[in-house]
């Protein structure tokens, strides 16, 4: 199957900071990512679509100015999390689909982010 | 909104047969099954895209409903490694299309 990859796989740091994370497709073009979020024993909940080429659409109720999204090329996505604080720490991860038609959705290994 | 996962945990023994359903509210376009280790990324099993279709990937296969807006995952003569959070994602097509809303989870736990 395709391969998605994310860097860090773990980041800690402190309050008002932001983070990085990017994701990353290696074997294959992806015109769009996604990004999850996942609270501890909760499901994974959709953030947001990233575009190559144009701006990130949002889900409702996610704050497109403090998870600032930038697809830069056809196989990475960047995902900041700005003025983070301890209610951002979670597992945030990214997919990309991949194959013809049936867009069967790859993820990424996820990026546990915890806030002090 | 949410499809809602059934049973939200199921205990089994090695070799034992388990059924997780999936519902939606609403029409869907696909049905995709994902299962989670604890600390991991979910991992995909199947994806099924036309009403009725079935589909088998080793001793895990899936329906899908489509006029009922249902899905179930089956998984027989389960294993040790079949432990996991499996979760349904849903995904409605059109404007939505690729999006993905996932079921609350189902864990299931085997034990040898």
């Known amino acids: 199957g395709a391969v998605v990859s994310q860097h860090p796989s773990r980041v800690i740091c402190k309050s008002g900071t932001s983070v990085k994370i990017e994701c990353r497709s290696l074997?294959?073009?992806?015109?769009?990512m996604f990004w999850y979020r996942q609270f501890p024993k909760q499901s994974l909940m959709l953030m947001a679509t990233s575009n190559e080429g144009s701006k990130a659409t949002y889900e409702q109720g996610v704050e497109k100015d403090k998870f600032l999204i930038n697809h830069a090329s056809l196989t990475l996505s960047t995902l900041t999390v700005t003025s983070a604080h301890p209610e951002d720490s979670s597992f945030y991860i990214c997919?990309?689909?991949?194959?013809?038609?049936?867009?069967?959705?790859?993820f990424g290994p996820g990026t546990r982010l915890t806030v002090l | 909104q949410q499809p809602v996962q059934s049973p939200q945990a199921v205990i089994l023994r090695e070799g034992e047969d388990a059924v997780i359903n999936c519902s939606s509210s609403k029409a869907l376009y696909s049905v995709h099954w994902y299962r989670q280790k604890h600390g991991e990324a979910p991992v995909f099993l199947m994806i099924?895209?036309?009403?009725?279709e079935q589909k088998g990937h080793e001793k895990i296969s899936a329906s899908f409903n489509e006029k009922k807006q249902q899905s179930s995952l089956y998984l027989t003569a389960s294993q040790l490694s079949y432990s996991g959070t499996y979760f349904c994602?849903?995904?409605?097509?059109?404007?939505?299309?690729?999006?993905?809303?996932f079921g609350q989870g189902t864990i299931l736990t085997v034990h040898p």
């Open positions: 994602g849903t995904e409605a097509g059109g404007t939505s299309y690729g999006k993905l809303t």
């Open positions: 997919s990309a689909p991949a194959g013809t038609g049936a867009n069967t959705q790859y």
């Open positions: 074997d294959f073009q992806a015109t769009t």
């Open positions: 099924l895209l036309k009403g009725g």
